[in-house]
């Protein structure tokens, strides 16, 4: 069991009908969590990573694929046992105040997975949410408190709490940053990195800051109009991405090392992405990218081996990067 991923998905697709026609916002995703991992998911806005991340827990029906959860069909698991599911996978949405109940007090919101659960007896629900908050950090002087009264980063650690309420094995947030001031996203992200250590369980969070993925995400993938562009081990795909997007998007991002930096190449991507109601044949890409030949526009690239180890969906995958090496 301890090489089951937390996460195995196929060809995970999810298509919204809407009067301008079909949204194909996740296109074919296949995505595979090892247990224990912290895997970041990554793209511009409307890539399709919250779809995605929604879709690999149920909470979007997807229009096809399938996904494994800790070994699991999912889809069976939450039909059989809705509870038992629940337990073992958490999602922190985007917004913590719009998740919560605004008339519950913090007590309150940490009581309610333990009194849905049957979890304990006043006492022992007592002593967890006492457990809960020192995991997270906040004072016991919170739990009086209702939701809009605190800071946003105390919001987002009472959310952070609630999900671990009952010990689950896989967390997904969504943007657990993007509400939050920038002075204490570096608290929150800490606070993920020692959970993980801590409680030993999976995270993926789903961010478009790639700064706070390169801090504490160990693999990640990086996706671009509802498909997966590239994926690997965060810090060799950050210091030699393959894909010609991931080195646009990671060219934006500054280095913490100043040796790193002086060099860094910038490569600018031109305009918006395309609709997803209308990707581009052959590349999704190949209308933004630097680097594209004729092939490129013609062939849809399939995920294959790189140099740093993980896997991009470029033709030109090793050569672009030489291509960048060679103009720098
Ligand atoms: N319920 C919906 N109906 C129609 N289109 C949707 C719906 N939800 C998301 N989309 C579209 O799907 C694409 C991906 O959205 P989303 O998953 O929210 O991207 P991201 O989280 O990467 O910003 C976007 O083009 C968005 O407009
Ligand atoms: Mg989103």
């Given at each position: 069991m301890a090489d089951t991923p937390a996460i195995a998905a196929r060809g995970v697709?999810?298509?919204?009908?809407?009067?301008?026609?079909?949204?194909?916002?996740?296109?074919?995703?296949?995505?595979?969590v090892p247990a224990g991992a912290f895997h970041g998911i990554v793209?511009?806005?409307g890539c399709g990573k919250t779809t995605l991340a929604r879709a690999l827990i149920g909470l979007q029906p997807a229009t096809s694929g399938e996904v494994?959860?800790?070994?699991?069909?999912?889809?069976?698991?939450?039909?059989?046992d809705r509870l038992g599911f629940a337990r073992a996978v958490q999602f922190v949405f985007q917004d913590p105040l719009g998740s919560m109940s605004r008339r519950q007090t913090v007590g309150q919101t940490l009581e309610e997975p333990l009194l849905i659960h049957g979890s304990g007896n006043a006492v022992q629900r007592r002593a967890r949410i006492a457990e809960l908050l020192d995991l997270v950090a906040l004072p016991a002087?919170?739990?009086?408190?209702?939701?809009?009264?605190?800071s946003g980063g105390q919001r987002q650690r009472v959310a952070i709490a609630r999900a671990l309420a009952l010990g689950p094995q896989l967390l997904i947030a969504d943007e657990p940053l993007s509400a939050l001031d920038v002075s204490v996203r570096a608290q929150i992200v800490n606070l993920f990195a020692r959970l993980r250590d801590q409680l030993g369980l999976t995270i993926v969070i789903v961010a478009h800051d790639l700064a706070i993925v390169r801090e504490v995400c160990s693999d990640v993938t990086v996706m671009y109009l509802g498909r997966v562009a590239e994926e690997g081990a965060t810090k060799p795909l950050f210091a030699d991405p393959a894909h010609p997007y991931s080195q646009a998007l990671l060219s934006a991002v500054p280095s913490p090392d100043p040796r790193i930096e002086a060099v860094?190449?910038?490569?600018?991507?031109?305009?918006?992405?395309?609709?997803?109601?209308?990707?581009?044949?052959?590349?999704?890409?190949?209308?933004?990218?630097?680097?594209?030949?004729?092939?490129?526009?013609?062939e849809e690239p399939a995920l294959r081996a790189v140099i740093h180890g993980g896997r991009a969906a470029c033709l030109l995958a090793d050569a672009a990067r030489h291509a960048r090496i060679a103009h720098a």
């Open positions: 697709k999810v298509h919204f009908r809407t009067a301008a026609g079909l949204v194909r916002a996740v296109d074919g995703v296949d995505l595979t793209g511009e806005s494994r959860i800790v070994g699991r069909d999912r889809a069976e698991w939450q039909r059989s002087s919170v739990l009086d408190r209702l939701p809009r009264s605190l860094r190449p910038r490569v600018l991507l031109a305009g918006d992405p395309p609709s997803p109601r209308n990707p581009p044949p052959g590349c999704r890409f190949s209308t933004r990218c630097p680097v594209a030949e004729p092939a490129c526009r013609t």
